[in-house]
């Protein structure tokens, strides 16, 4: 069901964080050191405030599962059992399966990429422009070995929803509702988001520089055709990050056979329970847009990843005998003409229907305020 959307609901303005719209200009260097700061880092502060004053504070970040506070806490002996059995058996079983799933993608990347020249404008690299059998072979293996890795991390089996809104469109509005959205939505929890989305639609992301030069992964993303994100400064003569996914995005809006682009207009994770403000960096483009909500119920360990570290994260998901994940897609929102003309309005629009269609709760926090949350916990916990 396609969605026609008239505004009924109304704009509040968003707050600033580190992370810079797509349209922003380049950061100067002391910005730069900044985002490249680790978010769990001990705080200097002289009088720090309680873990519940924290959470209070920062909830939109906070662990409720039973591994505690930076998934750190004391575990009964029971949940130890079956963490230490778990580690002797499904851990390395589930590396192997893994692994072989990258390698196998990896070898299907290159035999499709085999005497083809990557695509190379403005300091950008990828295989988005492949077509015919190739993109084929791309397309469908990449999901259903995306589908195997969630498979391998525990997700036997997604519930997936379509949400029915009770929008009714008008014979005039039907050329539109034909069109296809440019771009696709999503909140932030964990890095499983991505393989759900490889899974379901195999878009485009935007990722690190650095991803495109990892091995066998800088490959696969190369082929997803990620756009990189390069914080030095630009040079006069190049587009830059945003001009490259406002094309993207228009080109897969126009054309059926170009990859969509998935974006996470939040710009961080949360504890799966909020939805912080948007960016607009996704909604400049002025095309329809598919909201997609993720959620990860779980019964004693919650696959979000927030206040935890990356190898904690990993390890323990891979110890949960089954995890499980709910989506929940939204009709294709279809921006009115004051909204294409104000992508601030588009954004936070489409930001409370997701709050209100996924029942999460709106905080007007962002990266910033996580810095701080993590950074005071790691200092709380060092001093224990």
């Known amino acids: 069901m396609t969605h026609k959307h008239s505004s009924p609901f109304p704009f509040t303005p968003q707050m600033d964080s580190e992370l810079q719209d797509l349209s922003s200009k380049p950061q100067s260097p002391s910005h730069q050191d900044q985002d490249h700061r680790p978010l769990l880092t001990p705080t200097d502060t002289k009088s720090s405030p309680t873990i519940e004053e924290l959470e209070k504070k920062y909830a939109a970040y906070v662990r409720h599962d039973v591994y505690g506070t930076m998934g750190r806490g004391e575990l009964p002996w029971t949940e130890k059992l079956l963490l230490g059995l778990a580690f002797v058996t499904l851990v390395p079983m589930r590396v192997v399966l893994a692994t072989w799933v990258v390698v196998v993608y990896y070898l299907i990347c290159r035999a499709c990429t085999l005497f083809m020249a990557p695509n190379q404008e403005d300091e950008q690299e990828d295989y988005a422009h492949i077509g015919g059998w190739r993109r084929s072979v791309l397309y469908w293996s990449g999901r259903v070995l995306a589908r195997a890795m969630l498979f391998a991390f525990g997700f036997y089996w997604i519930q997936e929803i379509d949400a029915s809104l009770d929008n009714q469109v008008d014979c005039n509005d039907k050329s539109e509702e034909l069109e296809r959205p440019g771009v696709i939505i999503s909140n932030h929890v964990s890095h499983m988001d991505i393989?759900?989305?490889?899974?379901?639609?195999?878009?485009?992301?935007?990722?690190?520089?650095?991803?495109?030069?990892?091995?066998?992964?800088?490959?696969?993303?190369?082929?997803?055709?990620?756009?990189?994100?390069?914080?030095?400064?630009?040079?006069?003569?190049?587009?830059?990050?945003?001009?490259?996914?406002?094309?993207?995005?228009?080109?897969?809006?126009?054309?059926?056979?170009?990859?969509?682009?998935?974006?996470?207009?939040?710009?961080?994770?949360?504890?799966?329970?909020?939805?912080?403000?948007?960016?607009?960096?996704?909604?400049?483009?002025?095309?329809?847009?598919?909201?997609?909500?993720?959620?990860?119920?779980?019964?004693?360990?919650?696959?979000?990843?927030?206040?935890?570290?990356?190898?904690?994260?990993?390890?323990?998901?891979?110890?949960?005998?089954?995890?499980?994940?709910?989506?929940?897609?939204?009709?294709?929102?279809?921006?009115?003409?004051?909204?294409?003309?104000?992508?601030?309005?588009?954004?936070?629009?489409?930001?409370?229907?997701?709050?209100?269609?996924?029942?999460?709760?709106?905080?007007?926090?962002?990266?910033?305020?996580?810095?701080?949350?993590?950074?005071?916990?790691?200092?709380?916990?060092?001093?224990?």
Not at 284 to 297: E, T
Request: proline fraction near 6%; aromatic fraction near 10%.
């Open 195 to 384: 393989l759900y989305h490889m899974s379901s639609s195999f878009p485009s992301f935007v990722a690190k520089r650095s991803v495109g030069k990892l091995p066998l992964v800088g490959l696969i993303s190369k082929c997803l055709g990620c756009v990189y994100v390069q914080r030095e400064s630009k040079s006069s003569d190049t587009k830059g990050v945003s001009a490259v996914v406002n094309e993207r995005i228009q080109t897969a809006h126009r054309d059926k056979s170009a990859p969509m682009m998935m974006l996470f207009p939040e710009g961080t994770t949360t504890n799966g329970d909020y939805i912080l403000p948007f960016k607009t960096g996704a909604f400049l483009a002025k095309a329809p847009v598919l909201p997609v909500i993720l959620k990860y119920p779980y019964e004693r360990f919650s696959p979000a990843w927030d206040s935890i570290s990356g190898v904690r994260h990993v390890i323990l998901l891979l110890c949960q005998f089954v995890n499980y994940m709910t989506v929940i897609r939204l009709p294709v929102y279809y921006p009115s003409q004051e909204e294409k003309d104000n992508p601030k309005l588009f954004a936070e629009n489409v930001r409370r229907l997701m709050a209100h269609e996924g029942k999460l709760i709106m905080s007007d926090i962002g990266l910033a305020e996580k810095r701080v949350y993590h950074a005071a916990l790691n200092g709380l916990l060092c001093q224990v």
